[in-house]
């Protein structure tokens, strides 16, 4: 019995067909293999893409290297959410470059000047990115169709 009361899981397919069940049995093999870490990379990359601020911060980098308060700047001049605070964008500068998205580049001068960009990974992320958001604009106009059906049924 589920947890939940219901019958079900990968061994009681309950009302799932049996096509489906094996998509979902191979699919949480797949899973397993990452484990369940919150810091695995299946889990943490998987969240930039949905991320407030870092998918832009990699198209951006994605144009050349780029200093912090420049890349500030030019981040809240092109989002809707305006301006990311300094704070922020540390955060997501050093959390891409921990996953060996970005690459941080200091130079020995005084005051150090320190610069961002993309590594070969991040080059590669920012192609499959591009690829989500070249399919959301050919879709857009059947997702603004449907949640108009939608809420019309709602009312």
């Known amino acids: 019995m589920c947890p939940h009361g219901r019958r079900g899981g990968l061994n009681e397919p309950d009302d799932i067909d049996a096509s489906a069940h094996a998509a979902i049995a191979a699919l949480t093999r797949h899973m397993a293999v990452h484990g369940k870490s919150r810091d695995g990379p299946v889990r943490s990359l998987s969240a930039y893409v949905g991320d407030r601020w870092s998918t832009l911060i990699l198209l951006v980098l994605d144009t050349g290297t780029w200093r912090h308060a420049a890349l500030r700047r030019v981040l809240g001049e092109i989002s809707h959410e305006g301006a990311i605070s300094q704070r922020v964008l540390t955060l997501k500068l050093r959390s891409l470059e921990r996953d060996g998205l970005v690459h941080r580049?200091?130079?020995?001068?005084?005051?150090?000047?320190?610069?961002?960009r993309l590594t070969s990974?991040?080059?590669?992320?920012?192609?499959?990115?591009?690829?989500?958001?070249?399919?959301?604009?050919?879709h857009s106009a059947d997702v603004v169709a449907a949640r108009c059906r939608f809420d019309a049924r709602e009312m």
Do not use: A
């Open 121 to 138: 990974n991040g080059q590669g992320l920012v192609g499959e990115i591009r690829g989500v958001l070249g399919w959301i604009e050919d």
């Open 105 to 116: 580049d200091t130079t020995t001068d005084t005051p150090p000047r320190v610069s961002y």
